[in-house]
């Protein structure tokens, strides 16, 4: 009996031992969410309809022009969001790494796509934290680098809008998938969150400042911050990830 009593305790010290290791080891998933956690607000309202300041889309029609490309540029100027969007002005600063804030990383990589885009009769809109209300172009990206306590969590990621109206979103997801990898080298990082889908300027049902619905957006992390492999690239040569960028949007507009 006290043999079987033995073998009883060992049994649970072994179990609560392997859960604790496991935990531990998730943990560095779970952080890195959490340190950009603050940029995104969910979607709770994804069965409600369109709002009617948008019109009828079903007879919506594209403005008349030259592609339109809009490059939000993460956490920059975030001070001077709106209201509705409080928290974010309050709490969503992003990133650092590599003896920079993650606006700066951000704001780099989009001025150098904004320049390959024009080149090629792109109009270019760069962004900062605050959406113009009901933003359309044909292409909208927002623009992000992660952060991790673990220096050797690495890759980056792209998502889609929970709710993409459009239906070419997940193209356009592809697309960045594939560019930005051959550009960059870097590793793509399966870790895409329901926050990223939720991403607040995806969100028009809630908030006057976000995309309107016909604009296919995605939102990129470029890299994590925190780790010395993204950093040769997103930090030391913007030039490579917005190379990345730049064929992916000219890929999917057929530019
Ligand atoms: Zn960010």
Known sequence: MRAFFGIVVVLIVGVAVVSYTAAHRSGSISESVSTTE????LFDDINVAVPSRFGDLETWRR???PPRVGLQVGHWKREELPDELKRLRERGGGAS??????????????????????AKGVIVDILPSTIPPAYWADVFIAIHADGN?????SGFKVAAPHRDLTGRAGSLV???EAEYARSTGLRLDFNVTRNMRGYYAFNWRRYEHAVHPMTVAAIL???FLTSPVDQRVIVAQPRIAA???ADAVLKFLDV
Not at 38 to 41: D, I, L, N, W
Not at 102 to 118: D, M, Q, R, S, V
Not at 149 to 153: D, H, L, R, T
């Open 63 to 65: 403005p008349v022009g």
């Open 243 to 245: 190379r990345g960028i």
């Open 149 to 153: 306590v673990n220096s050797e969590v």
């Open 221 to 223: 992390e470029t890299g």
């Open 97 to 118: 790494g590599g003896g920079k804030a993650e606006w700066e990383i951000n704001l780099a990589i989009a001025e150098e796509t904004k320049e390959f885009l024009e």
């Open 38 to 41: 603050v940029e995104f607000e």
């Open 174 to 176: 592809d697309t960045l």
